[in-house]
């Protein structure tokens, strides 16, 4: 059909219905133009809210509304349209994937829903029941039957046309999303408008209608299994999977205990092009040619194994245990075959030297040292609780595209009243929804947080009752050594020198501070009531600001020292770092102490510069002041549980470890074959779960020296990433349904079952298989003679979460999700108690330590107290911003999670190819126009790709969506622009903190 204008008028007959389309989807729009005007049906379309509520009058029969268009509003528009029109018929529209809103989209007033993938099912049926009891005629019935004939009969011309473009099991798109491809784009380009991806996601009916099996499905018995996306998104979607002749056909959301958790996305709807890739790995294969040439030769896993172990044995009787090294990451987080796993239990054994990858630490240390934690990378209030928050803060992190799940929760709390504020470099989809946006320049979040603070303290909008009680601010720090005044120091048993509470991260209880936990030990604070000191214990309203001499000892509060420190931190000096408007910080500060509950929204925007630990630190110090932390709608931290019920003792036998190294150390043990003071002669490497290469700093030296320095490359992965093409041997690993597993990393509380749904395609198999195959060969066979569920019943039956909240086996096979955490809804720091050395928010760190590894140049007396300090490359005083003045931000986007998904070709034709995304104002100063193949490079290398111009971004900020492949770029890869420059205390890769200079091709 041709262009629709806003009001397009179709008459049919005198006495046939009046329906008004209000449908913004233009194929589905026309569909159902085509369909109700060829049935005489008089139509009246429309296109935004204000010619809906302009046009309808009482005339109109039935209104067809795509619910999505009018997320989180279709309540008030239900509303205002019965005001109009109170006999109005009103049809609503939702996805496959949004249909448990049906009943609040009835409760809004609608009279029937329709499932769009559903229409040719459903339309009819729900139009006449809407109509029953109405004045409509005979004719009117005959032809809404018509009606019901004709769209059958373009269905059916639909499926033929997608039996048409299957081949081989294997789905084969065209090149153009068009109407030919609406059964599996409409959802998909909804998803793509941020439309109905947050909850539960965006439907995809396509790709349960790609197949042969599933034109057949009349004749073939479907089979349903339960499993999981087990991605690091974060978000661990539970999913149904559906199998035909022993072939998944599609994926679909499945229900959880808490229907506030249902959930997919669109990468969790794609899954059957994953399993059925063509370029998916097959079989074991040996490199045949150069690295990275490409030739290739296929052997049997026999032939691969012995390969692989007899240079394993070699190289460790020649060099020593540490020769051999193994490298995971996150991309498949289940129990057994994940980052954190079986495999992990061979290299212990054999005692190898582990890369660990310190990514996103710095918000991880810089909440852990101060708030604690419930579990690693989970020190939030669940999602659940948002809707009691009158503030909501989305800092540094962009929901609606990297956790699509969380975004419907901040939505609910905007529905609730909530006012949202958006903090961030760029004009995000998340800060088209804000009611504020707070553009502030790249790396300068902290400034922004210690002027909010100095704010707060100097109004004295601190909630004091919460500070005394559960914070540090009224412990008395010494000036000769920065640690707490005990008992002990003023009685002399140490000569004022107290020993500090020193305790290692992760820890179960860092709540066991000291040997002597004895009055000797108690902390000592100033009586404000008496002018004395006092134990704490003992004193029930303690100074929080001042400076006091104890016995010879000259002490401060801690509050004291804060106050000190942020004191040089006005509104106009931070807007000279941040650009963020001093009245703008000084409304910021206000809203956020006075305009609680407040919950800040955080992730890993901030965290990906030098100083990233710091802005977490001074996000607790703001909460600690105001109280906004440990109550409904009061949260601050991170929000995914990681290890909560661990693997790891599992995997360690008889006191065998792997000797861990972090990331940024390997290129220099590569230089010197030595860390800290010991041989690491590493010369061969297994990779599994994850891409080096596509997710680690430095590509070029990974590629131009590493790689060439080891003797035998192995990944072990399901398709050939950048990783496996510089491989010496590849070994083809199952897809997650095709083996049973448990999926328990995730930003909700809740252990999801995997179940085998279908054997392993081709030569695949699992990583506990192939780990089994090698330790037969290694000589540790015995280590490993026990199935998976045996595995995780020796993880359940040690760890005493699991037993108390009766984690077993038999229970997740039976109930296929089962929630893991008592506490319901997690309220962090509920009650004021906090996972720390002195069960307080620690604002001031008495005895900081690093978080991964002791480097020299550690300094823990610059670690009391959050700071700012710049940036270690992308800021303007940096001398090499003359030569690179644009700073590189590297966008996670809802299409990969990393780099898996890179190649999906449904996905591909939404998003199609790597670009860098610029404001028209640096273009133009470069002479780029849109679509101009654009080179970015700096000292390190250089990436090519497509320009692409926004106007959310600021001058001098360029934006390069991460998550490609090598081979997807027209030249280089964005990981050759990255360093390795880290802050010893926290060690984290800085993907951010780049500078880099583009040039037209």
């Given at each position: 059909?041709?262009?629709?204008?806003?009001?397009?008028?179709f008459?049919?007959?005198?006495?046939?219905?009046?329906?008004?389309l209000?449908?913004?989807?233009?194929?589905?729009?026309?569909?159902?133009?085509?369909?109700?005007?060829?049935?005489?049906?008089?139509?009246?379309?429309v296109?935004?809210?204000?010619?809906?509520?302009?046009?309808?009058?009482e005339?109109?029969?039935?209104?067809?509304?795509?619910a999505?268009?009018?997320?989180?509003?279709?309540?008030?528009?239900?509303?205002?349209?019965?005001?109009?029109?109170?006999?109005?018929?009103?049809?609503?529209?939702?996805?496959?994937?949004?249909?448990?809103?049906?009943?609040?989209?009835?409760?809004?007033?609608?009279?029937?829903?329709?499932?769009?993938?559903?229409?040719?099912?459903?339309?009819?049926?729900?139009?006449?029941?809407?109509?029953?009891?109405?004045?409509?005629?005979?004719?009117?019935?005959?032809l809404?039957s018509?009606?019901?004939?004709?769209?059958?009969?373009?269905?059916?011309?639909e499926?033929?046309?997608?039996?048409?473009?299957?081949?081989d099991?294997?789905?084969?798109?065209?090149?153009?999303?068009?109407?030919?491809?609406?059964?599996?784009?409409?959802?998909?380009?909804?998803g793509?408008?941020?439309?109905?991806?947050?909850?539960?996601?965006?439907?995809?009916?396509?790709?349960?209608?790609?197949?042969?099996?599933?034109?057949?499905?009349?004749?073939?018995?479907?089979?349903?299994?339960t499993?999981?996306?087990?991605?690091?998104?974060?978000n661990?979607?539970?999913l149904?999977?559906h199998?035909?002749?022993?072939?998944?056909?599609?994926?679909?959301?499945?229900?959880?205990?808490?229907p506030?958790?249902?959930?997919?996305?669109?990468?969790?709807?794609?899954?059957?092009?994953?399993?059925?890739?063509?370029?998916?790995?097959?079989?074991?294969?040996?490199?045949?040619?150069?690295?990275?040439?490409?030739?290739?030769?296929?052997?049997?896993?026999?032939?691969?194994?012995?390969?692989?172990?007899?240079?394993?044995?070699?190289?460790?009787?020649?060099?020593g245990?540490?020769?051999?090294?193994?490298?995971?990451?996150?991309?498949n987080?289940?129990m057994?075959?994940?980052?954190?796993?079986?495999?992990?239990?061979?290299?212990?054994?054999?005692?190898?030297?582990?890369?660990?990858?310190?990514?996103?630490?710095n918000?991880?240390?810089?909440?852990?040292?101060?708030?604690?934690?419930?579990?690693?990378?989970?020190?939030?209030?669940?999602?659940?609780?948002?809707?009691?928050?009158?503030?909501?803060?989305?800092?540094g992190?962009?929901?609606t595209?990297?956790?699509?799940?969380?975004?419907?929760?901040?939505?609910?709390?905007?529905?609730?009243?909530?006012?949202?504020?958006?903090?961030?470099?760029?004009?995000?989809?998340?800060?088209s929804?804000?009611?504020?946006?707070?553009p502030?320049?790249?790396?300068?979040?902290?400034?922004?947080?210690?002027?909010?603070?100095?704010?707060?303290?100097?109004?004295?909008?601190?909630?004091?009752?919460?500070?005394?009680?559960?914070?540090?601010?009224?412990?008395l720090?010494?000036?000769?050594?920065?640690?707490?005044?005990?008992?002990?120091?003023?009685?002399?048993?140490?000569?004022?020198?107290?020993?500090?509470?020193?305790?290692?991260?992760?820890?179960?209880?860092?709540r066991e501070?000291s040997?002597?936990?004895?009055?000797?030990?108690?902390?000592?604070?100033?009586?404000?009531?008496?002018?004395?000191?006092?134990?704490?214990?003992?004193v029930?309203?303690?100074?929080?600001?001042?400076?006091?001499?104890?016995?010879?000892?000259?002490?401060?509060?801690?509050?004291?020292?804060?106050?000190?420190?942020?004191?040089?931190?006005?509104?106009?000096?931070?807007?000279?770092?941040?650009?963020?408007?001093?009245?703008?910080?000084?409304?910021?500060?206000?809203?956020y102490?006075?305009?609680?509950?407040?919950?800040?929204?955080?992730?890993?925007?901030?965290?990906?510069?030098?100083?990233?630990h710091?802005?977490?630190?001074?996000?607790?110090a703001?909460?600690?002041?105001?109280?906004?932390?440990?109550?409904?709608?009061?949260?601050?931290?991170?929000?995914?549980?990681?290890?909560?019920?661990?693997?790891?003792?599992?995997?360690?036998?008889?006191?065998?470890?792997?000797?861990?190294?972090?990331?940024?150390?390997v290129?220099?043990i590569?230089?010197?074959?030595m860390?800290k003071g010991?041989?690491y002669?590493?010369?061969?490497?297994?990779?599994?779960?994850?891409?080096?290469?596509?997710?680690?700093?430095?590509q070029?030296?990974?590629?131009?020296?590493?790689?060439?320095?080891?003797?035998?490359?192995?990944?072990?992965?399901?398709?050939?990433?950048?990783?496996?093409?510089?491989?010496?041997?590849v070994?083809?690993?199952?897809?997650?349904f095709?083996?049973?597993?448990?999926?328990?990393?995730?930003?909700?509380?809740?252990?999801?079952?995997?179940?085998?749904?279908?054997?392993?395609?081709?030569?695949?198999?699992?990583?506990?298989?192939?780990?089994?195959?090698?330790?037969?060969?290694?000589?540790?066979?015995?280590?490993?003679?026990f199935?998976?569920?045996?595995?995780?019943?020796?993880?359940f039956?040690?760890?005493?979460?699991?037993?108390e909240?009766?984690?077993?086996?038999e229970?997740l096979?039976?109930?296929?999700?089962?929630?893991?955490?008592?506490?319901?809804?997690?309220?962090?720091?509920?009650?004021?108690?906090?996972?720390?050395?002195?069960?307080?928010?620690?604002?001031?760190?008495?005895?900081?330590?690093?978080?991964?590894?002791?480097?020299?140049?550690?300094?823990?007396?610059?670690?009391?107290?959050?700071?700012?300090?710049?940036?270690?490359?992308?800021?303007?005083?940096?001398?090499?911003?003359?030569k690179?003045?644009?700073?590189?931000?590297?966008?996670?986007?809802?299409?990969?999670?990393?780099?898996?998904?890179?190649?999906?070709p449904?996905?591909?034709?939404?998003?199609?190819?790597?670009?860098?995304?610029?404001?028209?104002?640096?273009?133009?100063?470069?002479?780029?126009?849109?679509g101009?193949?654009?080179?970015?490079?700096?000292?390190?290398?250089s990436?090519?790709?497509?320009?692409?111009?926004?106007?959310?971004?600021?001058?001098?900020?360029?934006?390069?969506?991460?998550?490609?492949?090598?081979?997807?770029?027209?030249?280089?890869?964005?990981?050759?622009?990255?360093?390795?420059?880290?802050?010893?205390?926290?060690?984290?890769?800085?993907f951010?903190?780049?500078?880099?200079?583009?040039?037209?091709?």
């Open positions: 059909m041709g262009k629709i204008s806003e009001k397009a008028d008459k049919g007959t005198a006495d046939s219905l009046n329906i008004m209000a449908i913004s989807h233009s194929w589905l729009k026309d569909l159902f133009l085509e369909l109700l005007v060829g049935a005489e049906i008089k139509v009246v379309v296109e935004s809210i204000d010619r809906l509520l302009q046009e309808l009058d005339s109109t029969d039935v209104l067809i509304v795509d999505a268009d009018y997320q989180g509003h279709y309540h008030q528009l239900f509303e205002q349209l019965r005001q109009k029109s109170p006999s109005l018929g009103i049809l609503a529209l939702l996805s496959a994937a949004t249909v448990g809103y049906r009943d609040s989209i009835l409760f809004a007033g609608a009279n029937g829903v329709v499932v769009k993938e559903e229409a040719h099912r459903e339309l009819i049926p729900v139009l006449l029941r809407i109509l029953n009891g109405y004045q409509i005629n005979r004719h009117s019935s005959c809404l018509d009606l019901g004939d004709k769209l059958n009969t373009f269905i059916q011309g499926v033929k046309e997608v039996e048409k473009r299957t081949e099991n294997n789905i084969v798109f065209s090149g153009r999303f068009n109407r030919r491809t609406f059964l599996k784009g409409s959802a998909i380009a909804a793509a408008a941020g439309i109905a991806v947050a909850n539960p996601g965006g439907a995809m009916k396509a790709l349960a209608e790609s197949t042969e099996e599933e034109a057949a499905a009349a004749t073939s018995e479907e089979r349903i299994f499993g999981a996306c087990r991605a690091n998104c974060q661990l979607c539970r149904n999977i199998v035909r002749d022993g072939k998944v056909v599609r994926t679909s959301m499945a229900p959880m205990p808490n506030e958790y249902n959930r997919i996305c669109i990468k969790g709807l794609t899954h059957v092009q994953r399993i059925y890739d063509p370029d998916r790995l097959k079989y074991p294969m040996k490199r045949v040619g150069e690295r990275g040439s490409g030739d290739w030769e296929r052997i049997s896993w026999d032939e691969a194994v012995t390969i692989i172990t007899d240079k394993w044995k070699e190289l460790q009787s020649t060099y245990p540490r020769s051999v090294a193994s490298s995971t990451q996150s991309a987080y289940a057994v075959n994940g980052a954190s796993g079986i495999t992990n239990r061979l290299f212990n054994l054999m005692e190898s030297t582990h890369f660990t990858p310190p990514i996103d630490i918000m991880v240390y810089g909440f852990f040292r101060t708030i604690g934690w419930f579990s690693m990378f989970w020190n939030a209030n669940e999602h659940t609780t948002m809707k009691y928050a009158k503030n909501v803060f989305v800092w992190a962009n929901p595209e990297s956790q699509t799940q969380v975004w419907h929760f901040v939505q609910e709390a905007k529905n609730n009243g909530a006012k949202l504020t958006v903090i961030d470099p760029m004009f995000t989809i998340s800060a929804k804000a009611d504020q946006f707070i502030v320049r790249p790396g300068s979040d902290t400034a922004l947080v210690l002027a909010m603070a100095k704010i707060i303290i100097d109004e004295n909008w601190i909630d004091k009752n919460f500070v005394k009680q559960h914070t540090v601010a009224p412990f720090v010494k000036d000769n050594d920065g640690k707490f005044l005990r008992m002990k120091d003023i009685i002399g048993s140490t000569n004022g020198e107290g020993s500090g509470a020193q305790y290692k991260y992760g820890n179960e209880d860092a501070y040997a002597e936990n004895d009055a000797m030990n108690e902390f000592v604070v100033w009586d404000s009531n008496a002018g004395t000191y006092g134990r704490l214990s003992e029930s309203d303690p100074e929080i600001l001042g400076s006091f001499t104890i016995n010879g000892i000259a002490v401060k509060t801690a509050l004291t020292l804060l106050k000190n420190q942020v004191e040089s931190y006005t509104p106009e000096y931070a807007e000279e770092i941040t650009t963020v408007k001093a009245d703008v910080i000084r409304e910021l500060a206000r809203t102490a006075l305009g609680g509950p407040c919950t800040i929204y955080t992730l890993f925007g901030p965290d990906r510069y030098y100083n990233g710091y802005f977490a630190h001074a996000l607790a703001i909460a600690a002041l105001t109280g906004n932390i440990g109550k409904l709608g009061a949260s601050i931290g991170l929000d995914t549980l990681w290890d909560y019920i661990p693997g790891a003792p599992a995997n360690v036998v008889d006191g065998k470890k792997v000797n861990a190294v972090f990331a940024e150390q290129p220099r590569f230089e010197t074959g860390h010991e041989k002669p590493i010369k061969a490497l297994y990779t599994f779960c994850h891409n080096i290469l596509g997710n680690w700093p430095e070029n030296v990974w590629i131009n020296k590493i790689f060439k320095d080891l003797e035998l490359i192995v990944v072990a992965d399901n398709r050939m990433t950048d990783t496996a093409k510089y491989a010496d041997i070994l083809p690993v199952a897809h997650w095709e083996v049973e597993d448990v999926g328990s990393f995730g930003n909700h509380p809740h252990m999801i079952f995997q179940e085998k749904a279908i054997d392993p395609l081709y030569e695949c198999k699992s990583d506990s298989e192939i780990t089994r195959l090698l330790a037969e060969k290694m000589g540790l066979g015995e280590y490993f003679r199935t998976d569920m045996d595995y995780l019943s020796e993880i039956s040690k760890n005493k979460d699991a037993i909240n009766n984690i077993t086996v229970r096979k039976r109930e296929k999700v089962v929630r893991h955490v008592k506490q319901n809804p997690i309220i962090y720091g509920e009650g004021g108690k906090f996972n720390t050395p002195t069960g307080r928010i620690e604002f001031y760190v008495e005895s900081p330590i690093p978080f991964c590894d002791l480097e020299p140049e550690f300094d823990p007396e610059t670690e009391h107290l959050p700071q700012f300090i710049a940036p270690i490359e992308a800021w303007p005083d940096n001398p090499l911003y003359k690179y003045p644009l700073v590189m931000i590297q966008e996670h986007k809802r299409w990969r999670a990393h780099t898996q998904w890179s190649h999906v449904v996905l591909r034709e939404l998003d199609p190819e790597p670009t860098v995304i610029m404001c028209p104002e640096d273009a133009k100063l470069r002479g780029i126009k849109k101009d193949k654009v080179k970015v490079f700096n000292d390190r290398g990436v090519v790709l497509r320009a692409v111009f926004s106007n959310g971004l600021p001058k001098g900020v360029i934006n390069v969506p991460r998550g490609w492949q090598r081979d997807q770029h027209i030249a280089g890869g964005y990981q050759e622009l990255t360093h390795n420059k880290y802050h010893p205390a926290s060690m984290n890769i800085a951010f903190d780049i500078l880099v200079q583009m040039e037209k091709m």
